[in-house]
């Protein structure tokens, strides 16, 4: 069975920092990974996915994350803060299925 | 417009009462999905279907029933609604693989 485990359900940072949001799965097998980004009263946007091959990849908006095996992670990064990039974030996996098991979300609050 | 389409975007109806949210897509993606969001769970499975005619539970489909006899249309149906089934339903599709989702607007459903 998949699992997603986001730390922290609320994330601040000053607008120009660094973005970490933090994600770790639990699979049995190799997983195929997400980002999705939820802005306010809108479905869910893929901001990014791992399936295979190269382990650090990179979505739209300047976000990227890196698969980590022997850490069970993907960590969604962005060097620098926009404004706009204020909205809820949720990591999700799949096991191969089409089924995809969603995070409970990580609120990024920037702050001017 | 091309896209997932999900009416009503509002509804409140009376505890007891069927109601049906209505998903409709125009890529002919094989997989759709219904999701509910509420506060502290993330994003939850209700029921998923993997083409026109077959339809499977997901994590929480208890109340509810589906529906797919053309590919382009996935309604959600609650049977007799109760308190507990306030929420925000959101519809998905995806081709076959990990290629990740493409989410709907969503439904805001309050049962009073």
């Known amino acids: 069975a998949q699992s997603v485990t986001q730390l922290g359900s609320h994330v601040s940072v000053s607008e120009g920092a660094l973005v970490l949001l933090r994600c770790n799965y639990s699979?049995?097998?190799?997983?195929?990974l997400f980002w999705y980004v939820q802005y306010p009263n809108q479905g869910l946007q893929l901001l990014l996915k791992y399936t295979t091959g190269a382990t650090l990849v990179k979505g739209i908006n300047g976000f990227e994350a890196e698969f980590k095996k022997s850490e069970t992670s993907f960590h969604l990064t962005k060097p620098s803060a926009h404004m706009s990039d204020a909205a809820e974030y949720f990591c999700?996996?799949?096991?191969?299925?089409?089924?995809?098991?969603f995070g409970t979300g990580t609120k990024l609050q920037v702050i001017p | 417009d091309a896209g997932i389409t999900q009416s009503p975007r509002y509804k409140i109806t009376e505890t007891g009462r069927q109601v049906t949210l209505m998903c409709h897509q125009t890529w002919s993606h094989s997989y759709m999905f219904w999701y509910r969001q509420d506060l502290g769970h993330g994003l939850r499975l209700i029921y998923y279907?993997?083409?026109?005619?077959?339809?499977d539970k997901g994590e929480v489909p208890d109340g509810y029933v589906v529906s797919r006899s053309k590919t382009e249309n996935f309604p959600l149906t609650l049977e007799s609604a109760t308190r507990s089934q306030t929420s925000v339903y959101f519809c998905a599709s995806s081709e076959s693989g990990p290629v990740g989702y493409t989410f709907g607007s969503g439904t805001r459903l309050t049962v009073v």
């Open positions: 279907s993997a083409a026109a005619d077959i339809t």
């Open positions: 699979s049995s097998v190799p997983p195929y």
């Open positions: 999700a996996s799949s096991g191969g299925y089409q089924k995809v098991t």
